[in-house]
């Protein structure tokens, strides 16, 4: 997209400066976007279109004329959802071949009920959850809601202990007593229940609800 995006200045005959400037953006966002070093908000892609009146699925997929021929904007049939970033994530996790995948805007909002700036993908880190008629193995890639991080409802949460190095997805209730039951679709793995203090000690911090797993079907 960031190709699209310099050619779409460039179409318009506009200097980077003078470009962001009427976006309202800095110079040296815009030059990241172009060069591909960050990816743009949405709200990035909205004052764009607005700006621009620039086709959106072009733009992100490059399908399509450049321009909208007609006063209507159209909507992307497309959405990508990135990679879940972390520097600190060990490497077969942090450095993963898919890093986007692209999904039915339809889907996640009108099925899913999902707005597509709160997902990201990440693969499974591991076999706890690999059995059962639903299994999640091992490097299967997984939609994560990030907004969604209430364990209080039951789930199966993305979440990481310590430093934020290991990465861990379990499956996640309240029990009556108050504790949490972690429980695993492994046999190999036995459930687990912790305090809010036994969390508090392990670090414990919740990345997100999954999803769907975009390998298996499971959702």
Not at 22 to 38: A, D, T, V, W
Not at 71 to 78: G, H, S, V
Not at 80 to 85: G, T
Not at 173 to 189: A, H, I, L, V
Request: with cysteine; glycine share 6%; hydrophobic share 35%.
């Amino acid at each position: 997209m960031h190709k699209r995006l310099k050619e779409l200045r460039k179409a318009l005959n506009i200097q980077q400066g003078e470009f962001a400037k009427s976006i309202g953006i800095l110079q040296q966002q815009l030059s990241k976007y172009e060069r591909g070093e960050n990816k743009p908000s949405c709200d990035f892609l909205i004052k764009l279109i607005e700006k621009t009146n620039v086709n959106i699925n072009w733009l992100l997929i490059g399908k399509g004329n450049m321009f909208v021929e007609n006063a209507e904007k159209e909507i992307p049939d497309a959405v990508e959802i990135i990679y879940y970033e972390n520097p600190t994530l060990i490497e077969t996790i942090k450095n993963p071949v898919i890093t986007s995948i692209w999904l039915d805007r339809e889907l996640i909002h009108n099925v899913w009920l999902k707005n597509e700036a709160n997902l990201r993908t990440l693969q499974m880190p591991g076999d706890t959850m690999d059995g059962g008629e639903t299994p999640i193995r091992n490097k299967d890639m997984l939609i994560v809601d990030i907004s969604d991080t209430n364990i209080q409802a039951s789930g199966i949460f993305v979440y990481t202990t310590k430093n934020g190095s290991l990465i861990f997805v379990n499956g996640i209730k309240q029990s009556p007593d108050g504790t949490y039951r972690f429980y695993f679709r492994n046999s190999s793995y036995k459930e687990i229940h912790y305090t809010l203090d036994d969390l508090e000690k392990l670090g414990f911090k919740v990345i997100g609800r999954v999803v769907k797993n975009i390998t298996s079907g499971f959702c």
